[in-house]
C-alpha cells in the first residue's frame, strides 16, 4: 500500500546534518552525509546491509559520537550538547530498535512504566497505568500487559517496542530495520502503524530499512546511502527511475526480477 | 586494587614481548602498553563514575532492594552448604593434629579463629564471584550485547545508576551479612563434629569460640568481606558493562568477572591480613 504523499513545510527542519563524517578504526562508514528531517514527514533511509545506516541514527540520538561535521537535532547542537540537555532531548526521541531491545527481566508492563516513571516523577500510579494501557491499546496488544518478552512473537515484539518509545510522546521517532526479520504481513501490520504513529502523534521520523516494501509504503522522501553518502533523494519512483546499476541492483534484488 | 592486576599484566606483557625474537619487539610492547593503560584509563573511569552517580540523585532505592534480595537472599541455601562443610570439615581434620599434643580441647578456639578472620569472608567471597559475579558479568553483557543498555539510554534514562549502582550497592551490603552468617554457620557445622566426639554441650562450645575472637578479629572480618564485595559487584558490572563482539563477548564477560574478582579478593586477602598483623 503506498501511501498519500505529504508535502513537508521546509521552513521547518526538525533535524539538520551536515557534512557528517564517522569511522571505525580504518573503517569509513560516513563519508559526508548531509540530510534535512522536516517537522511532520516520514523520511526513509535506504542502503545495503553495512553502508551506515543505524551508525546515523546512532549519532543523531547521541550514542555515538561523530568525528566531524554539524548536527542539529531538534535545537539542540549535538556537538555542545551538555549531558542534562541529551537527557532532555532524548524524551523527545523514540529509538526503535532493529530487535526490539525489550528489557527480558520485566514484564510487558514494566517494559513500559520504565521510561515514564524515571522521566515524569510526579505521577500518580493511576496515571502511570492510565497511560501504559493507552499506549498498548493504540498498537492493539493490550492483552499482553503482563506477559515476558520472551512469550511474544517478533512482530508483537517490535509493536511494543515502538509503544515504549510513544509513552514518552516523542517529537521524533527513528526506526531501525522495523521490519527486519518479520512475515510479510506482520510487516504491513508494522509499516500501518508507524503511518498510524505519524499520524496520531504527529511525529517526524527517520526509517531505516533496505526493504523497498516497506519504504514505499511509509516513506514521504526517500533517501539511498550508497558509499557513506546520499546517492539519490526523492519520491520512491524518483529515486529507483535510474541508470545508476547501484541502485538498479537493489531495486531488482528486492523484487526479486 | 585493580592496580595490582595491571602491574602484573604489565609485567607479563613485557616478559611476553622480551620473548618475542622477531624484530618487532618495540612495537609489540608500545602496542600492548597502549591497551593496557587505555584498559586502565577505563576501569578508573568507572569507578569515578560509581562513586558519583551513588551520592548524586535521583536514587534507585527499590532496585538496590531487589539487587539485596537477588545477592544475599539467592545465595543462601549455597553459602549455608558450603559455610557448614567448610567448619565440619576443618574441624574434622584437625582433630588429629590437635590430638597429637593433647591440645584437642583447643579445638573451638581454632576454629572460631579461623573461620571468624579468614574462611568466612574468603569462602563467602569466593562463592559470591562464582555465583553473583558471573551472574552480572552475563546479565549486563548480554543487555549491552542486545542493545537493552542503548534502549535505556536513548529513553532518557540513567543505565549506570540503575543496572550498575544498584548491583554493586546491592554487593558490598550483602556480601558482609552473608558473611557473617557464613561464619555462624560454620561454627554450627564444627560444634556438631566436637559435640560428636566430645560430647561438649553448645554452651561451652560458644563461650570457649567467642572467648578467642576479640574486637579486631570481626573487625577486620567485617572490613574484608565489605570490600570483597565491592570487589565482586564492581568487576562484574564493569565487565558486563564493556562487553561487546555478541555471544562471545557475554561469555568472555562472565568468564573475566569471576577469574579477576577472585584473583582481586586474594590480593585483598593477603594485604589486610599484613594490614591487621601490624594493628595487632
Not at chain 1, 516523542?170 to 501490520?189: F, H, K, N, R, S
Not at chain 2, 592486576?5 to 618495540?26: D, M, Q, V
Not at chain 2, 561454627?187 to 570457649?208: A, C, H, P
Not at chain 2, 577486620?220 to 561487546?244: D, M, P, R
Request: glycine letters at 8%.
Amino acid at each position: 500500500m503506498e501511501k498519500v504523499k505529504f508535502i513537508p513545510d521546509t521552513n521547518k527542519s526538525v533535524i539538520t546534518i551536515k557534512n557528517l563524517k564517522k569511522s571505525f578504526g580504518d573503517l569509513e562508514v560516513l563519508r559526508g552525509v548531509d540530510l534535512n528531517l522536516y517537522q511532520g514527514e516520514n523520511l526513509v533511509v535506504l542502503g545495503r546491509s553495512g553502508t551506515g545506516k543505524s551508525v546515523l541514527i546512532k549519532v543523531i540520538s547521541g550514542l555515538l559520537k561523530k568525528d566531524s561535521g554539524y548536527v542539529h537535532v531538534l535545537g539542540y547542537d549535538m556537538e555542545k550538547i551538555v549531558p542534562k540537555e541529551l537527557q532532555y532531548l532524548r524524551r523527545k526521541i523514540g529509538f526503535s530498535f532493529q530487535n526490539s531491545a525489550l528489557y527480558d527481566s520485566m514484564t510487558v508492563r514494566e517494559n513500559l512504566e520504565f521510561p515514564l516513571v524515571r522521566n515524569r516523577r510526579n505521577l500518580t500510579r493511576k496515571e502511570i497505568n492510565l497511560a501504559v494501557e493507552d499506549v498498548l491499546e493504540g498498537v492493539g496488544l493490550l492483552q499482553t500487559i503482563n506477559q515476558m518478552p520472551s512469550e511474544l512473537s517478533g512482530g508483537q515484539r517490535k509493536r511494543i517496542g515502538i509503544a515504549r518509545t510513544l509513552i514518552l510522546r516523542p517529537e521524533v521517532m527513528l526506526y531501525d530495520e522495523p521490519t527486519a526479520g518479520l512475515d510479510p504481513i506482520t510487516c504491513i501490520d508494522i509499516n500501518n502503524l508507524i503511518n498510524e504513529v505519524q499520524t496520531t502523534y504527529n511525529t517526524s521520523s527517520i526509517i531505516i530499512t533496505h526493504d523497498l516494501t516497506c519504504a514505499k509504503a511509509t516513506g514521504d522522501r526517500i533517501v539511498m546511502l550508497l558509499e557513506g553518502q546520499f546517492q539519490r533523494q526523492g519520491s520512491f519512483d524518483e529515486v529507483f527511475n535510474t541508470d545508476d546499476e547501484r541502485v538498479k541492483t537493489f531495486y531488482d534484488y528486492n523484487f526479486v526480477k | 586494587m585493580f592496580l595490582q592486576l595491571y602491574i602484573c599484566e604489565l609485567i607479563y606483557y613485557i616478559i611476553l614481548a622480551s620473548k618475542n625474537r622477531t624484530g618487532t619487539k618495540k612495537a609489540v610492547i608500545s602496542r600492548r602498553l597502549d591497551t593496557l593503560f587505555s584498559n586502565l584509563n577505563d576501569v578508573f573511569q568507572f569507578l569515578m563514575r560509581f562513586f558519583r552517580e551513588t551520592f548524586l540523585p535521583p536514587y534507585e532505592f527499590k532496585e538496590v532492594v531487589r539487587q539485596c534480595y537477588e545477592v544475599g537472599y539467592k545465595s543462601l541455601p549455597l553459602i549455608t552448604m558450603t559455610g557448614f562443610i567448610t567448619g565440619l570439615v576443618f574441624t574434622k581434620q584437625s582433630r588429629p593434629s590437635l590430638e597429637e599434643f593433647g591440645a584437642a580441647s583447643w579445638l573451638p578456639n581454632l576454629i572460631a579463629i579461623a573461620v571468624v578472620r579468614a574462611l568466612a569472608p574468603l569462602v563467602t567471597a569466593l562463592i559470591c564471584a562464582g555465583k553473583v559475579g558471573s551472574n552480572m558479568g552475563a546479565e549486563l553483557g548480554s543487555m549491552r550485547v542486545t542493545e537493552q543498555i542503548d534502549a535505556m539510554e536513548v529513553s532518557g534514562t540513567n543505565p549506570f545508576k540503575f543496572l550498575v549502582v544498584s548491583r554493586v550497592l546491592a554487593t558490598t551490603f550483602m556480601i558482609p551479612v552473608l558473611s557473617m552468617y557464613a561464619g555462624f554457620v560454620g561454627l554450627m557445622g564444627s560444634f556438631i563434629n566436637v559435640n560428636d566426639e566430645e560430647q561438649t554441650s553448645y554452651t561451652t562450645f560458644f563461650q570457649q569460640a567467642f572467648d578467642s575472637i576479640v574486637f579486631l578479629d570481626i573487625f577486620s572480618s567485617l572490613t574484608k568481606a565489605i570490600l570483597f564485595g565491592f570487589t565482586i559487584g564492581i568487576v562484574g558490572c564493569y565487565q558486563g558493562y564493556n562487553s561487546s563482539k555478541g555471544t562471545e563477548g557475554v561469555g568472555k564477560a562472565a568468564n573475566m568477572a569471576v577469574v579477576v574478582s577472585m584473583f582481586l579478593i586474594f590480593i585483598e586477602e593477603t594485604l589486610i591480613v599484613q594490614v591487621v598483623a601490624v594493628m595487632r
